[in-house]
């Protein structure tokens, strides 16, 4: 019997890592798109910035 109980605990081990693999990919991708919405941010603040500049040096 003990041989069983050693192999459904390797697979409830197994489906427990799975599921947390499946959450960390879930936040890498939440990650990944939060990272791109900063950085797109971040370029158009400076787009922004360099635009006023340059008007700035029109006038």
């Known amino acids: ?6 192999i459904e605990s390797l697979a409830n081990e197994i489906e427990r ?22 950085r797109n941010a971040l370029e158009w603040q400076r787009q922004r910035k360099r635009s006023s500049y340059g008007q700035i040096l029109r006038s």
């Open 17 to 38: 890592l799975e599921n947390l693999n499946k959450t960390y990919m879930k936040e890498q991708r939440t990650l990944i798109r939060e990272n791109r919405l900063l």
């Open 1 to 6: 019997m003990e041989p069983d109980f050693h």
